[in-house]
């Protein structure tokens, strides 16, 4: 018996979905476009603590790392900061709740009358000797989970049971996650298991001199300035207890400071790009705007 | 009445009548209830702590976690510069405290005129330390000090009186020891209170510094007639002299005197009340400990957390697990006459979610077929593999290994009215429309509710256990009204008991449906209740049960957060919002 609900969608326009994920896929990760992965222009980082020396350490001991914090904080910046350090490639993969095993591992596709097997970033990775990064892996499927294990521990194996095979990760081969340990607790959250196969780096937000440079060298405003978007986001970040779902990222006082070097308004541009993203609470957008305007 | 007091109260309602507030006054006035919000965030925001903000007085200063303003703002001359007014003294405020600048201990005595000279003095201090901070304050200050009036009503040149910016120093009383316990009998004259009806409510004068004072009965008994031309009934500020309680219904008749009357010092009884004056303060009346005291019935102890010291009292607080017995078949059958919409919404949404649930891929049969597998297996056999077979999508039945408990807050504060909903009733009519959605989907759930009256007595009531036929619990739900105190941190912890020994593969939620502010008739307020909670929420994180909280009150949102946490409470408006909030926390739960 068979029949298909309009819910699932005809085969037809499924498969069409299915193919244009897929060519975009492969559009991504096609040897052609290889070179794109390696980073040629050191990527702006300014350490907070001596995470350099850890990633270096663990990556010489084929560690994988796991990197814990709040958005904005910097982590995919130091990931690509260090693959420029250490001259690798980064493969970034940015996971979702649809993200499953088989979009990192790789799967048959069809080409003309013949079935082509077309790798997934990490069995790349793995071949190759690259780094690779999945950002938000909490978000990501259970079966991506499972799939990293061996790959994670001594034995640094990817199973491929679709080609019934095991691959040796290259020495060089490095596993990084990202993890916002914040958001979405209790609902999404690694299990112990996973955690502790991992060296662990915490990312905060930077001390207010770290900071403001960090600011200042991004947006390339004056300091001064810089240094009142710091203090700006620091006062709204003590509300990240009193109700604000996720609160001032570096990012986001970086955004307000080149939106600021290009010439619009200070305060607008406060407001835009900090206050704004982050409330929809009328009363709190009012409090702040207030707050923002009397300290730059 | 009496007579003299009619004659008085006709003239004073004439003159007042008689003063005529100029429009142009009225138009740049800024009230502090407006932005009272506002104010807050902001004031969180720059201090960092759970600041509040309060009426004061006059000019106000803090005092502890409270921030004093005044009601209301008109003495600059545009609207703008009133609002200013409000925002400078915030920031005045926050650096003020961060400096630490007011008195220290209860001891301290000082007069209103000493306590203004103190703030003027230190004034440069902190005008340093704020404009260093904040440097565009700077002009602010300069400007509001300029335009202060310098003349009075009459035209006559007077100095600006600084006093509006500067404030006055308080005296904080966060360390005051809780060495004053009070005995507090529950008895039978407060549940006599709860049952009159309340006929009379005036609203108080802002007072900042209110003492709580213990009642001499000694001296109220010894109470005579001191002076042969005294009145009997009269609004007095306490002057020592006893008289005694009767709780009669008489506030509307004095309230002109009461309204030029200060209130300085309370006291606590337990005598029925008519009439309701409501006065706002912090302070000391919250210090009060009550005795250990025996119970008949069966109780637990239950520890509470006491964050000054960061350490448990042990065995400090008596849980009466009760069943609810009493059935209110109307309740029931009325919430699914006037719900119907919305229970059928909810049905929609469940249905849907469990039909996403249920559908299992790669199933070796089942009523459709899986696209995904039909393309896996077509390139496999294209490939000269051996396909997987399993290319079925089937809707088998999934058991859902997940554990709710609702608990619900049925203390005196869910009796009053948010956006029109009566609260108690929105937490009632939630919980019946769940349980019947919940039942049908064969979900493992438990409906409880409490209220205290000290940590002698958390009454926490069963209307649905995890094992009992919803058939039989729906009609209860209906039979609870509202009682007592919110003492939240017991009834968690009894929660957390029950969930704990579900079978431990299950996942288990706790959910919260309270205004979630922490009150109790002993000292459960303010930073210890919310510390309590929140110590409580971590006890049960240890267990592995989570939770989420729901409040329907819009102030909740200045404390909610505080215990919960971001993403784990929301806060709504009405029982319908509440309905769809629930469902989509059930999906995330699911999922």
């Known amino acids: ?296 | 009445m009496e007579l003299d007091q009619l004659i008085f109260q006709k003239i004073s309602n004439y003159f007042s009548k008689r003063r005529k507030v100029d429009p142009a006054v009225l138009a740049r006035t800024v009230k502090l209830e407006e932005i009272h919000g506002r104010l807050t965030i902001m004031a969180r925001a720059l201090c960092g702590e759970a600041i509040d903000i309060v009426t004061s007085e006059r000019e106000g200063g803090w005092k502890d976690r409270v921030f004093f303003l005044p009601k209301q703002m008109n003495l600059f001359p545009r609207p703008e510069d009133n609002m200013l007014f409000y925002y400078f003294r915030v920031f005045y405020l926050a650096t003020q405290r961060k400096l630490g600048l007011n008195y220290h201990t209860a001891r301290e005595e000082h007069s209103i005129a000493q306590a203004g000279e103190k703030a003027r003095e230190t004034s440069e201090q902190v005008l340093k330390a704020l404009f260093a901070e904040y440097p565009r304050l700077e002009n602010i200050y300069h400007q509001l000090l300029d335009e202060l009036p310098r003349t009075d009503e009459k035209g006559n040149e007077i100095p600006p009186d600084t006093s509006w910016l500067y404030g006055r120093w308080m005296k904080n009383e966060a360390n005051a020891g809780p060495d004053e316990a009070e005995s507090i009998s529950a008895g039978q004259k407060t549940q006599e209170a709860q049952a009159n009806d309340i006929t009379t409510t005036l609203k108080a004068k802002q007072a900042d510094e209110i003492e709580v004072i213990e009642v001499d009965k000694q001296s109220q008994e010894n109470y005579t007639l001191t002076h042969n031309f005294e009145k009997v009934e009269t609004v007095d500020e306490f002057n020592g002299s006893w008289r005694d309680f009767d709780g009669d219904d008489q506030l509307a008749d004095e309230s002109h005197a009461l309204s030029e009357f200060n209130l300085s010092k309370v006291v606590r009884v337990d005598d029925p009340v008519h009439s309701v004056y409501q006065a706002e303060f912090v302070g000391r009346a919250t210090i009060a400990e009550s005795k250990e005291q025996d119970s008949p019935g069966f109780f637990l102890h239950y520890d509470e957390w006491d964050y000054s010291h960061r350490t448990y009292k042990h065995n400090y607080c008596k849980v009466f697990p009760q069943k609810a017995l009493r059935t209110q078949p109307d309740y029931y059958l009325k919430t699914l006459e006037h719900n119907r919409s919305a229970l059928l919404h909810l049905r929609k949404l469940f249905a849907r979610l469990n039909n996403e649930r249920m559908k299992q891929r790669r199933m070796s049969k089942g009523e459709n077929l899986d696209i995904d597998a039909l393309t896996d297996m077509f390139a496999d056999l294209k490939a000269g593999h051996t396909p997987d077979e399993r290319v079925y999508i089937s809707s088998r039945k999934r058991n859902k290994e997940l554990s709710i408990l609702f608990l619900l807050d049925f203390s005196l504060s869910s009796d009053g009215y948010a956006r029109g909903n009566r609260i108690i009733d929105v937490e009632k009519q939630v919980s019946i429309l769940f349980g019947e959605v919940l039942n049908e989907y064969l979900v493992d759930f438990q409906i409880d509710g409490f209220f205290s009256k000290t940590r002698n007595n958390t009454t926490y009531i069963t209307l649905k256990a995890f094992d009992e036929p919803w058939d039989k619990a729906k009609m209860r739900i209906g039979s609870v009204q509202p009682s007592g105190y919110t003492r939240i941190g017991p009834a968690l912890r009894h929660a957390t008991a029950l969930l704990h020994k579900r079978p431990s593969h299950n996942k288990k939620w706790l959910i919260l449906l309270s205004d979630g502010k922490p009150t109790d008739y002993d000292r459960y307020e303010g930073r210890y209740g919310i510390e309590d909670i929140k110590q409580a929420l971590r006890e049960m994180q240890t267990f592995g049960i989570e939770n989420f909280a729901l409040a329907i009150e819009e102030q909740a949102k200045y404390y909610l957060p505080q215990m919960f946490g971001q993403n784990h409470y929301n806060i709504l408006s009405s029982p319908l919002e509440m309905v769809t909030a629930l469902a989509k926390l059930y999906r995330r739960l699911m999922k």
């Not at chain 1, 780094?131 to 990817?158: K, N, S």
């Open chain 1, 1 to 296: 018996m068979m029949h298909c609900n309009r819910k699932e969608m005809s085969p037809s326009s499924l498969f069409l979905k299915n193919t244009r994920g897929r060519n975009a896929a492969q559009r991504r990760f096609s040897p052609q476009k290889r070179q794109s992965m390696f980073i040629k222009k050191e990527p702006y980082y300014k350490p907070v603590g001596r995470e350099i020396e850890v990633f270096e350490h663990a990556f010489k001991n084929k560690l994988p790392i796991l990197l814990k914090g709040p958005t904005g904080t910097g982590k995919s910046r130091f990931v690509e900061h260090m693959a420029y350090r250490l001259q690798k490639d980064l493969i970034t993969v940015a996971c979702h709740e649809e993200t499953s095993s088989t979009d990192l591992i790789g799967r048959f596709i069809i080409k003309g009358a013949e079935t082509v097997w077309q790798d997934g970033p990490l069995t790349r990775a793995v071949k190759e000797g690259a780094i690779i990064y999945l950002d938000e892996i909490a978000e990501a499927r259970p079966d991506v989970i499972v799939a990293i294990h061996p790959l994670t521990d001594f034995r640094r194996l990817l199973y491929i049971d679709k080609l019934g095979m095991e691959i040796q990760a290259r020495p060089d081969f490095m596993l990084v996650a990202s993890f916002n340990p914040g958001y979405q607790k209790g609902f999404k959250e690694l299990k112990p298991s996973t955690r502790q196969r991992f060296v662990s780096l915490s990312f905060g937000y930077p001390q207010a001199q770290v900071e403001s440079e960090i600011i200042a060298n991004e947006s390339q405003i004056d300091d001064a300035t810089a240094k009142r978007l710091v203090k700006i986001g620091q006062k709204i970040r003590n509300l990240t207890e009193l109700g604000l779902a996720e609160t001032v990222s570096t990012r986001l006082l970086v955004d307000a400071g080149k939106l600021i070097h290009t010439g619009l308004n200070k305060r607008l541009a406060v407001q835009t790009a900090v206050v704004e993203p982050l409330t929809d609470d009328p009363d709190t957008l009012e409090a702040l705007k207030d707050m923002t305007d009397l300290m730059i």
